[in-house]
């Protein structure tokens, strides 16, 4: 069973709000990832970071951001929701080495009205 | 970047029924993934293999990666209503972990 906690799991905004998605996990990873899913679709990372202070984006293009001041916590922004961010949000985790076995909260479902 | 071709992408079969799935690429991955992922909740691992031409079983399932280490597939023997889901493949190589578009499974009671 992976510790790895989203929080809210739903959200209905306005746009035009600012929004945070939280992310933490009790596993001590030093590697996490934010992934954007429609539903039934396919897993698109936005964002991942190795550790504390490092932060990358991924292949698909967001307009959030991200930062890792805590190895533990991994949390997402949207400075203006929009429409079009309307979408499912999944954090993972995973550790060092080869293995790289990714452990996934249980994700967020954002819409913005 | 690249995705795996994963197929097929959506399968309803009768309760009792094996079902078989598998996922390729023209890249090689030192390892694969297979997740499954119900309704509004994030994927969870079902099996992960780390050496070319390993079987492993877990429960009904059964993966294996390929010897080319091109490709992957996965089994589920005597399919129960509960195995109803989105079942993703995953290929990991240097640092890299790409998915597949999922394979969204019925099962009929």
Same mark, same amino acid.
């Given at each position: 069973?992976?510790?790895?906690?989203?929080?809210?799991?739903?959200?209905?905004?306005?746009?035009?709000?600012?929004?945070?998605?939280?992310?933490?996990?009790?596993?001590?990873?030093?590697?996490?990832?934010?992934?954007?899913?429609?539903?039934?679709?396919?897993?698109?990372?936005?964002?991942?970071? #190795?550790?504390?202070? &490092?932060? !990358?984006? $991924? +292949? =698909?293009?967001?307009?959030?951001?991200?930062?890792?001041? /805590?190895?533990?916590?991994?949390?997402?922004?949207?400075?203006?929701?929009?429409?079009?961010?309307?979408?499912? #949000?999944?954090?993972? &985790?995973? !550790?060092? $080495? +080869? =293995?790289?076995?990714?452990?996934?909260?249980?994700?967020? /479902?954002?819409?913005?009205? | 970047?690249?995705?795996?071709?994963?197929?097929?992408?959506?399968?309803?079969?009768?309760?009792?029924?094996?079902?078989?799935?598998?996922?390729?690429?023209?890249?090689?991955?030192?390892?694969?993934?297979?997740?499954?992922?119900?309704?509004?909740?994030?994927?969870?691992?079902?099996?992960?293999?780390?050496?070319?031409?390993?079987?492993?079983?877990?429960?009904?399932?059964?993966?294996?990666?390929?010897?080319?280490?091109?490709?992957?597939?996965?089994?589920?023997?005597?399919?129960?209503?509960?195995?109803?889901?989105?079942?993703?493949?995953?290929?990991?190589?240097?640092?890299?972990?790409?998915?597949?578009?999922?394979?969204?499974?019925?099962?009929?009671?």
């Amino acid at each position: 069973e992976a510790d790895i906690y989203q929080t809210p799991r739903y959200l209905v905004i306005g746009t035009g709000k600012k929004i945070t998605l939280e992310c933490s996990q009790t596993m001590g990873h030093d590697k996490m990832y934010w992934y954007q899913q429609d539903p039934g679709m396919e897993l698109h990372l936005i964002h991942y970071s #190795y550790g504390v202070n &490092s932060t !990358e984006k $991924g +292949d =698909l293009s967001s307009e959030s951001t991200v930062s890792r001041i /805590r190895t533990e916590h991994f949390p997402l922004t949207l400075e203006s929701a929009r429409p079009s961010h309307t979408s499912q #949000y999944l954090c993972a &985790s995973s !550790e060092t $080495g +080869d =293995l790289n076995i990714q452990y996934f909260g249980a994700g967020t /479902r954002l819409s913005v009205l | 970047g690249q995705q795996l071709n994963q197929s097929p992408q959506s399968m309803f079969i009768q309760e009792g029924e094996d079902v078989s799935m598998n996922c390729t690429s023209s890249s090689i991955f030192n390892t694969w993934l297979w997740y499954k992922q119900d309704p509004g909740e994030g994927p969870v691992l079902l099996i992960a293999l780390y050496k070319a031409g390993e079987l492993t079983s877990n429960g009904r399932l059964t993966a294996q990666f390929g010897i080319t280490r091109k490709d992957s597939f996965l089994n589920i023997s005597a399919s129960i209503p509960s195995d109803v889901g989105i079942y993703f493949c995953a290929g990991h190589r240097n640092n890299d972990m790409r998915f597949g578009a999922g394979t969204r499974l019925t099962v009929k009671p």
